[in-house]
Every structure is written in C-alpha cells, then in structure tokens.
C-alpha cells in the first residue's frame, strides 16, 4: 500500500484492473490510512482509482457509503433471506425463521473477509462517521425485520412487539459483529459469534410473539 498522499500521486501504474466498485473501495481504503477519512475528499478517491468523479456516484451516494460497502452487498441479502426462512420455518416460530436469516448472512464473513472500515477506525479516523451512518442502515433493516414478522404472525406492522424484537436482535447482531471484529487474527467465522448473542434473544422472544401479546392501552 502506497504511504503517499494523493497529490502528485497520480493514478498508480500497475494497478490491477478489477471493477470501478472495488478500485473506489481500495482507493479510499488506502487514502483513509494515509490521511483520515476527514481529510479525503471524493474527488482524491476517484483520482486514485484511475476513474471519474461521476463514475464514483453511479456506485456510492456518499463518502461514507464506503465504510459500508461490503456490509451493504450482505445486507442487500437479506429480504431474500429473510422470505426464505419465514417460507421453510413456516410452522416454527418467527424468531426461528429471522435467526436463519441473520445468520445466513453473518456466515459469508470469515478470516478472510473482514470489512476494513470495523478493524481500522481508530487509524482512519471513521469511529464518528460509522456510528452516525449506521443509523438509517440499523433502522431500515430493523423495519425489514419486523414487517416480515409481523405478517408471519398476522399482527399489525406498526406492532410494538414486532419492532421490539427487530431492534434488539440487530443490535445482538451488531454487538456481536463488533466483539467479532476487534478478536483479531483469530476470531473466526462471524456466524457463532452472532449466534451466540442472537439465540438467547429469539428464544426470549418465541412464546410471546406465538401468543401475539401486546401491551394494553
């Protein structure tokens, strides 16, 4: 990896030719060590990569997106997943069907595959960055799961209960995913990590959301 800045860097020859997507993800990598995520502009990322700042957009919304890239592509996995799950555990409990799907998409990360942006933070200066932009990622995928479970046990999308599970099993997930990224060279594959912290949860879980108990108002 380069130790230079971008200027008067210019685009590096001999950079492998792989896809504009990848090119921008490990211009930005390298930039984010070299001179913090702050101090990296779209417009260095893209000159580093050897494409335009146009190219950028048609794959990344924003700077930040970056830091989620290979977290986007699983999560982009998981309706399927999910529709999966509720189809094949359709006379066991939801919480059975959303813990096979979270955990189908926590086995595709190992040893060898660990986003950078969760083990190089505090070097790239992105802790800020991640936490802010998690946000809308946690809630859209929180709505995701509680709409799936709310039509598996015919409750209402807006149900408390539904959106109560949702929310605490993705941060299980998300803790997990963080104590998993910061065990270094050993930590493994991320499923048992998640596993262990997701199934206590939906197990918690089970007996009320077959019974569909709600608070009363």
């Given at each position: 990896?380069s130790s230079?800045?971008?200027?008067?860097?210019?685009?590096?020859?001999?950079?492998?030719?792989?896809s504009?997507?990848?090119?921008?993800?490990?211009?930005?990598?390298?930039?984010?060590?070299?001179?913090?995520y702050?101090?990296?502009?779209?417009?260095?990322?893209?000159?580093?990569?050897?494409?335009?700042?146009?190219t950028?957009?048609?794959?990344?919304q924003?700077?930040?997106?970056?830091?989620?890239?290979?977290?986007?592509?699983?999560?982009?996995?998981?309706?399927?997943?999910?529709?999966s799950?509720?189809?094949?555990?359709a006379?066991?409990?939801?919480?059975?069907?959303?813990?096979?799907a979270?955990?189908?998409?926590?086995?595709?990360?190992g040893?060898?595959?660990?986003?950078?942006?969760?083990?190089?933070?505090?070097?790239?200066?992105?802790?800020?960055?991640?936490?802010?932009?998690?946000?809308?990622?946690?809630?859209?995928?929180?709505?995701?799961?509680?709409?799936?479970?709310?039509?598996r046990?015919?409750a209402?999308?807006?149900?408390?209960?539904?959106?109560?599970?949702?929310?605490?099993?993705?941060?299980a997930?998300?803790?997990?995913?963080?104590s998993?990224?910061?065990?270094?060279?050993?930590?493994?594959?991320?499923?048992?990590?998640?596993?262990?912290?997701?199934?206590?949860?939906?197990?918690?879980?089970?007996?009320?959301?077959a019974?569909?108990?709600?608070?009363?108002?």
């Amino acid at each position: 990896m380069s130790s230079t800045g971008v200027a008067g860097a210019g685009h590096r020859v001999g950079r492998p030719r792989g896809s504009s997507r990848q090119m921008l993800q490990e211009a930005a990598s390298e930039l984010f060590l070299e001179q913090t995520y702050a101090r990296t502009t779209i417009e260095q990322i893209a000159h580093r990569a050897g494409v335009s700042r146009n190219t950028f957009f048609n794959y990344f919304q924003t700077k930040s997106d970056l830091l989620w890239a290979e977290i986007d592509e699983s999560l982009g996995r998981l309706p399927q997943a999910l529709e999966s799950g509720i189809r094949v555990y359709a006379e066991r409990s939801a919480t059975d069907a959303v813990r096979v799907a979270i955990l189908s998409i926590a086995a595709e990360f190992g040893p060898a595959r660990v986003p950078w942006a969760l083990t190089q933070h505090e070097l790239m200066g992105t802790s800020g960055e991640l936490a802010a932009s998690a946000l809308s990622r946690f809630n859209d995928q929180a709505h995701l799961i509680c709409t799936g479970v709310a039509d598996r046990i015919g409750a209402e999308a807006d149900s408390v209960l539904c959106r109560s599970f949702a929310t605490a099993v993705l941060a299980a997930a998300a803790s997990a995913t963080i104590s998993w990224a910061g065990a270094g060279v050993n930590r493994g594959n991320l499923a048992p990590w998640v596993d262990a912290a997701i199934t206590p949860l939906c197990d918690g879980y089970r007996a009320a959301l077959a019974t569909g108990f709600e608070p009363a108002v």
